[in-house]
């Protein structure tokens, strides 16, 4: 398809255990990011890639999140050690990246609950 | 420290009126407007956006409104139809030179009901 795709769409795991979500983004965006919507929150910026600039990952919320994108397309957000805090929908989009003022189109979403 | 805020959890609307969201925002920095709207289990879908330049953009029954000065901005949706039910988030990222460049600050949402 065209459009951010997201990977699983859902996930249930158990406190404690490592959590692998991915995203690939539209063609030829070479801008991509990471959200959170925790149940009854707005969205929650979490990282920021821009082409093969070091990314902006000031919303992380500690050092059990990180985030990878490789060749520069795909990218996967990865939770240690989850805590039930985690629990939200996860989203990915991703722009043209040009620089300036960029509209953000965004997937689908991973509901990751954990136990 | 909320940057954007919704202060309408939800609205009601007859079918055919006009549906008013509005919006409110702290940071001078922003420089950009975008409103999506979602559907349960999905993610955001964009709707319309406006640069701080202009002070209204319109997309067919869709109008965003812009006062940079009162740090305001709104949607119209005229008419509205009941396929409009959904929750409207607005969002604001800033120029290169802050610190908003890039990432989206959201609002908390308005969910929107349009009645036949």
């Known amino acids: 398809g065209a459009g951010v795709s997201q990977s699983p769409s859902n996930k249930v795991t158990e406190k404690g255990k490592d959590v692998e979500l991915r995203c690939d983004p539209i063609?030829?965006?070479?801008?991509l990011y990471w959200y959170r919507q925790s149940l009854g929150q707005g969205l929650e910026f979490l990282i920021y890639?821009?082409?093969?600039?070091?990314?902006?990952k000031s919303g992380l919320p500690s050092d059990r999140f990180s985030a990878e994108r490789t060749g520069g397309s795909v990218s996967t957000l990865t939770i240690q050690r989850t805590q039930q805090e985690d629990s939200a929908v996860y989203l990915c989009?991703?722009?043209?990246?040009?620089?300036?003022?960029?509209?953000?189109?965004f997937g689908p979403g991973t509901r990751l609950l954990v136990l | 420290d909320q940057q954007v805020k919704q202060n309408s959890p939800s609205l009601s609307v007859q079918e055919g009126r006009i549906s008013i969201l509005n919006c409110d925002y702290t940071?001078?920095?922003?420089?950009?407007f975008l409103w999506y709207k979602k559907y349960p289990a999905e993610g955001p879908t964009f709707l319309i956006s406006?640069?701080?330049?202009?002070d209204k953009n319109e997309d067919g029954r869709f109008t965003v409104f812009l006062n940079k000065s009162a740090k305001h901005l709104s949607l119209h949706i005229v008419p509205s139809q009941p396929g409009d039910s959904a929750v409207y988030f607005c969002?604001?990222?800033?120029?290169?030179?802050?610190?908003?460049?890039?990432?989206?600050?959201f609002g908390q949402g308005t969910i929107l009901t349009v009645h036949p």
């Open positions: 989009a991703s722009s043209l990246g040009r620089g300036g003022q960029e509209t953000q189109y």
């Open positions: 063609s030829g965006h070479t801008a």
């Open positions: 890639f821009q082409g093969n600039s070091a990314p902006d």
């Open positions: 940071n001078s920095m922003f420089d950009y």
């Open positions: 406006i640069s701080s330049i202009k």
């Open positions: 969002a604001a990222s800033g120029d290169a030179g802050g610190t908003s460049y890039g990432k989206l600050t």
